[in-house]
């Protein structure tokens, strides 16, 4: 599933698929009604006027799937696709036939002698007739055949079924007043053929049109808004809150940490000088007269005090006599605890 930044979904691979498909329905049929919606207002607004005519359609769609396998034989055109035909005949004759014998060696029972070449010719004279025959023939046809697979398309139309209704037409009396007054008859009928033919109208399917003529009730005028105050408008309060925040800036700076970098600086100012004192108390006679000359000229000087000097002589206080230095930092950390 796929959501926006919003939470909106915006695919659902969960669903199931007979409710997604129906979802898809919906959504065609409300978008083929709004197309006929269009077509009509924009051919009634021109003549009514913009807003004078208000449309409502409703489809009736056959999502139904229909697929529809077809043969179909034409016995008018058949074809001869292959012929056999077998013939069989057999012939007698009235000579006389098989073994020779007695019966076939015996005389003519007249007595009389023939003459060969007389009976010869007698025998000539009668052809050899066919006693048995058949014949038998076999055709085989092909009849023209033709196979067609159709699917039918979905979403047709059954019926549709448009309302509209028409606020009374305006025009001008002999004062050039603006005046308003019904359709005629003849003019919303007018109206109705127009409809139909932007809309494809069938009455076959059950297709309706009604046009019905309404005065409109005028909206009330809106009450002007005042302007906000200064005060009500979004850039007052940013800019205020920026001020507030430099103001807060402004306090933290002045108010807390100069104090302490005031402290500070003194209490670095009296360290040195203590250093100083201790450096001149280990170093001997010669040391000391330096610093007492140093320490004379640190109160006289105070805060401008040179910190290169005073940096040097603490690092030489260090380096004779650490003890001491620790000693003179734990009196420091004593005194600020």
Do not use: C
């Not at 197309?35 to 056959?62: K, M, S």
């Not at 046809?141 to 033709?146: A, G, R, S, V």
């Not at 059954?158 to 005629?184: C, G, H, Q």
């Not at 170093?283 to 007269?289: F, H, R």
Request: net charge negative.
């Amino acid at each position: 599933t796929v959501v926006n930044q919003h939470g909106d979904l915006l695919s659902s691979g969960g669903r199931d698929a007979g409710m997604g498909q129906t979802s898809t329905q919906f959504s065609y049929n409300r978008k083929l009604e709004k197309t006929y919606v269009d077509r009509i207002q924009q051919l009634l607004e021109p003549v009514v006027g913009v807003g004078n005519v208000r449309t409502t359609v409703n489809a009736d769609l056959d999502f139904t799937i229909t697929e529809r396998t077809q043969e179909l034989y034409n016995p008018d055109l058949p074809a001869l696709r292959s012929e056999q035909i077998s013939e069989d005949s057999s012939m007698d004759s009235t000579r006389a036939s098989g073994i020779p014998g007695a019966l076939s060696n015996q005389p003519p029972e007249t007595g009389q002698l023939q003459d060969p070449a007389v009976e010869e010719g007698a025998e000539d004279e009668k052809p050899d007739v066919p006693r048995n025959s058949s014949k038998r023939s076999v055709r085989n046809y092909e009849l023209d055949k033709t196979v067609s697979h159709t699917k039918l398309a979905t979403g047709t139309i059954r019926r549709l079924s448009i309302a509209v209704i028409m606020d009374n037409k305006r025009e001008l009396d002999d004062n050039d007043e603006p005046v308003t007054k019904p359709w005629t008859t003849e003019e919303l009928d007018g109206f109705t053929t127009l409809i139909k033919e932007a809309v494809g109208f069938n009455g076959t399917r059950g297709d309706t049109v009604n046009i019905i003529n309404s005065s409109f009730i005028a909206a009330p005028e809106a009450e002007a808004v005042p302007d906000p105050s200064i005060m009500e408008q979004p850039w007052v309060w940013d800019v205020a809150k920026q001020a507030v925040g430099a103001l807060g800036v402004l306090i933290l700076i002045f108010g807390l940490l100069k104090p302490i970098l005031r402290s500070l600086a003194e209490k670095g100012v009296q360290g040195n000088a203590m250093l100083s004192a201790t450096a001149g108390a280990a170093g001997g006679e010669d040391q000391l007269s330096l610093s007492g000359a140093g320490a004379q000229q640190a109160q006289l000087e105070g805060p401008k005090a040179d910190y290169e000097q005073n940096l040097e002589t603490a690092k030489g206080a260090v380096a004779e006599d650490p003890k001491r230095v620790a000693q003179v930092v734990k009196n420091w950390v004593g005194e600020d605890g």
